[in-house]
Structure formats: structure tokens, C-alpha cells
């Protein structure tokens, strides 16, 4: 089994910091891509940054400036530290990577969510 556990998020107002943290567990061989999406009331999930095992981050372009997302490939974990928040910010956060099991499976990997609320 693989478990993604996300920590963080909560209430900001508008210009404040929050930091979402990511861990992966389980009968995990390697993993490449590992992020973040997320998920505004009434609006599909979005891609809101994310890196490759090899250090690759591609980030919204509505998120470009403010957001840094860093990964420890050693221990199986993702961060995202979101400056300079903005009300449309808000939305439910996933964690998600791309895994490849002992088993040698690969599938994408989600975890419950984490709401962020910025408000005006």
C-alpha cells in the first residue's frame, strides 16, 4: 500500500504565508513527478505546482512568484510554500505523486486533501 499524508494549510488572510507539506509512505520503489494540485469551490482541480525526481518544477501561471514548491527525494516528501496569498487562492489542496511500487506498478498516487482559506 502507498500513503500520501498532507499536513498544513488552514486560514491566511490575503498577503500572509502558508506552508502545505506532502509525505509519501509504503511499498514505494521510486517516484517521479510529486505536487500539488488543488480545487476551488465549483472549479475542477488544477495543477498548481510540481517537480520530477530530477528537480523539474512547473508552477501555474497564476501561482508563479508566490508559490515554491521543494522536494526531499530521500525522504519521500514535497512542500509547498505559498507567499502572498490571494482570496482565489482558496480551494482544497491534494498532494499527488507519480509512483512506481516494489511490485514494480506505477500508478498515480492522491491524499485526502487540505483546505486553504484566504481571506479578503
Known amino acids: 500500500q502507498v500513503q500520501l499524508v498532507e499536513s498544513g494549510g488552514g486560514l491566511a488572510q490575503a498577503g500572509g504565508s502558508l506552508t502545505l507539506s506532502c509525505a509519501a509512505s509504503?511499498?514505494?520503489?521510486?517516484?517521479?513527478?510529486m505536487g500539488w494540485y488543488r480545487q476551488a469551490p465549483g472549479k475542477q482541480r488544477e495543477l498548481v505546482a510540481t517537480s520530477t525526481s530530477g528537480g523539474t518544477t512547473t508552477y501555474a501561471d497564476s501561482v508563479k512568484g508566490r508559490f515554491t514548491i521543494a522536494r526531499d527525494n530521500a525522504k519521500n516528501t514535497v512542500t509547498l510554500q505559498m507567499n502572498s496569498l490571494k482570496p482565489e487562492d482558496t480551494g482544497v489542496y491534494y498532494c499527488?505523486?507519480?509512483?512506481?511500487?516494489?511490485?514494480?506498478?506505477?500508478?498515480?498516487?492522491w491524499g485526502k486533501g487540505t483546505l486553504v482559506t484566504v481571506s479578503s
Open positions: 499527488h505523486a507519480d509512483i512506481r511500487r516494489w511490485s514494480g506498478t506505477r500508478a498515480d498516487y
Open positions: 509504503g511499498s514505494i520503489d521510486s517516484i517521479n513527478a
